[in-house]
């Protein structure tokens, strides 16, 4: 009995290894990155699908495994996925300063303190004097509230132009619309550019990506997690 109980799990496993090599030859191991950028480059050409031209594919995979040309994209939409991380989207309302302090360290432009002290002062100045506007009624206030109101918008829209230029993110490539984002919904906004700078594991300026790897082949659907899974449950 226990001659033929190791015999059977010896051909099971010889099945499972003969599986996992021939669903192995028919699959490709895609880089989840690498995946995101062809998607954002046939998104920005108008059109979808696979590339039309060899050569076009094969300078794309020769620019992500040097480390450039790569097209990445925002992680969601500025409003309806806002609340996807609600921490994030916690801080970037109650403590806007903090955040995007922290999102010019992650993307490598200055300290957190010193970004969000600069953050920090330009708000309170507009919410002065929109303050003192509303008790003393004198124009002159309300011009300054507006004013410090627009550099809050443009100086966080100029970072978040920076941040889309140095990582390849496609989107608007309007600096001017940047800024308009801020100014109109900046807590959002700046969810989207803390979920995009946090999945993508960016440290001090370097985009370090998520790291997820998706297995594409015609031979089997079954992913090599699939098939450990199986191998362990014929051992049992």
């Not at 989207?192 to 594409?216: A, F, P, Y």
């Amino acid at each position: 009995m226990e001659v033929k109980g190791g015999a059977a799990a010896a051909a099971a496993d010889v099945e499972a290894s003969e599986e996992e090599s021939l669903l192995m030859e028919g699959m490709a191991v895609l880089d989840f990155d690498m995946l995101c950028s062809t998607v954002a480059m046939q998104a920005h050409k108008g059109k979808w699908g696979k590339l039309n031209d060899d050569n076009e594919e094969e300078n794309l995979v020769s620019d992500y495994q040097n480390g450039g040309g790569v097209f990445r994209m925002w992680e969601g939409e500025i409003i309806y996925d806002c609340f996807d991380d609600r921490p994030v989207a916690l801080q970037s309302t109650c403590c806007p300063c903090y955040r995007f302090g922290k999102n010019m360290k992650r993307a490598g432009f200055g300290s957190c303190f010193l970004q969000g002290s600069i953050h920090f002062i330009l708000a309170v100045a507009a919410l002065s004097n929109l303050l003192a506007f509303i008790f003393t009624r004198r124009r002159c206030f309300l011009y300054l509230a507006i004013l410090f109101t627009v550099s809050v918008g443009t100086y966080i829209g100029f970072y978040r132009t920076l941040i889309r230029k140095k990582f390849n993110i496609k989107g608007s490539e309007s600096s001017f619309d940047d800024c308009v984002y801020h100014l109109i919904c900046p807590c959002c906004t700046l969810c989207q550019e803390s979920r995009t700078l946090e999945m993508n594991n960016v440290e001090d300026g370097i985009w370090h990506g998520r790291g997820d790897t998706i297995c594409i082949g015609t031979v089997s659907t079954k992913s090599p997690e699939c098939l450990g899974m199986q191998k362990d449950s014929n051992d049992s």
